[in-house]
């Protein structure tokens, strides 16, 4: 098992940035894939960004590429995503997740979320 917990979410202006965390514990954090989804109201959960177990791969939805960086901690058991030049459309419960092998694998646990609202 793995326990992820958010955090960093909050109401920022259009423009601004805010930086997510996800502390995990549990199995060795540097086994896992790791990536970040989120869920707008009334719309599917979506993929955002992911990060290699070692950190130096990435891989980024077309919507947010150039403005969010995904970067790990593995000493700190820690994921991130900082999220920059942000839109009212990026506005959404934002989860963690540990992922497979690769940057590609699926999700195997979840967070329980954090919102980020984008206000214009």
């Known amino acids: 098992q793995v326990q992820l917990v958010e955090s960093g979410g909050g109401l920022v202006q259009t423009g601004g940035s805010l930086r997510l965390s996800c502390a995990a514990s549990?199995?060795?954090?540097?086994?896992?894939?790791m990536g970040w989804f989120r869920q707008a109201p009334g719309k599917a959960r979506e993929f955002v960004a992911a990060?290699?177990?070692?950190?130096?791969?990435?891989r980024y939805t077309d919507s947010v590429r150039g403005r969010f960086i995904i970067s790990r901690d593995n000493g700190k058991n820690t994921l991130y995503l900082q999220m920059n030049s942000l839109k009212p459309e990026d506005t959404a419960v934002y989860y963690c997740?540990?992922?497979?092998?690769?940057?590609?694998?699926?999700?195997?646990?979840w967070g329980q979320g954090t919102q980020v609202t984008v206000s214009s």
């Open positions: 990060i290699s177990d070692s950190g130096k791969g990435t």
């Open positions: 997740a540990a992922l497979g092998r690769t940057v590609w694998s699926t999700a195997d646990y």
């Open positions: 549990g199995r060795p954090f540097s086994n896992f894939a």
